[in-house]
T-cell receptor, first 113, second 116 residues
């Protein structure tokens, strides 16, 4: 089955800096890669996703890049703010197999004011 | 519109008791997932329902865990003879899941279960 590795497990940055979280996946058939943000005590919520037919997607200060050849995808947050502090989860799935996404173990991002 | 709801929001029980956790998915969503999240940990997949198909129970940790989804909507996760290691947040998610490339999951607020 699919295996998703996520790094780093913890990331500490100063406000205004950029943050990058990386995930690798094992199943080359995976073609949908969402990112979820979970604030302390809250539910995970989708912040951005990418499908395998594109290499990059941006939404204001966040972007996701996908390298299908290398089987890795990354979340980029620019001009970080304290409210970006949360746990971020990546996931991979392919509906041709199973709709059950495989999640990474999460990255705890701390943005210091 | 209304999001995914779960009840109860918190549940404290004694070791050995049975508990039932409820999930109301977004109306029209055919896919429903249950996850377990221990303190500071990731999302552990438990079970997946899709329409009228047989559920994928591959993530259930033991036969003490079971789940039902009645009428393709509401789901109940039952834990029998609870153990202290069952203490966690149980998250439910639903997805519209059409036969095209992957679908976003919408999570409920979770049920925080504490087994004493």
């Amino acid at each position: 089955g699919e295996n998703v590795e996520q790094h780093p497990s913890t990331l500490s940055v100063q406000e205004g800096d950029s943050a990058v979280i990386k995930c690798t996946y094992s199943d080359s058939a995976s073609n949908y890669f969402p990112w979820y943000k979970q604030e302390l005590g809250k539910r995970p919520q989708l912040i951005i996703d990418i499908r395998s037919n594109v290499g990059e997607k941006k939404d204001q200060r966040i972007a996701v890049t996908l390298n299908k050849t290398a089987k890795h995808f990354s979340l980029h947050i620019t001009e970080t703010q304290p409210e970006d502090s949360a746990v971020y989860f990546c996931a991979a799935s392919h509906p041709g197999g199973s709709y059950i996404p495989t999640f990474g173990r999460g990255t705890s991002l701390i943005v210091h004011p | 519109g209304a999001g995914v709801s779960q009840s109860p929001s918190n549940k404290v029980t004694e070791k050995g008791k049975d508990v039932e956790l409820r999930c109301d998915p977004i109306s029209g969503h055919t896919a429903l997932y249950w996850y377990r999240q221990s303190l500071g940990q990731g999302l552990e997949f438990l079970i997946y329902f899709q329409g009228n198909s047989a559920p994928d129970k591959s993530g259930l940790p033991s036969d003490r865990f079971s789940a039902e989804r009645t009428g393709g909507s509401v789901s109940t996760l039952t834990i029998q003879r609870t153990q202290q290691e069952d203490s966690a947040v149980y998250l439910c998610a639903s997805s519209p899941q059409t036969p095209r490339v992957g679908e976003t999951q919408y999570f409920g607020p979770g049920t925080r279960l504490l087994v004493l």
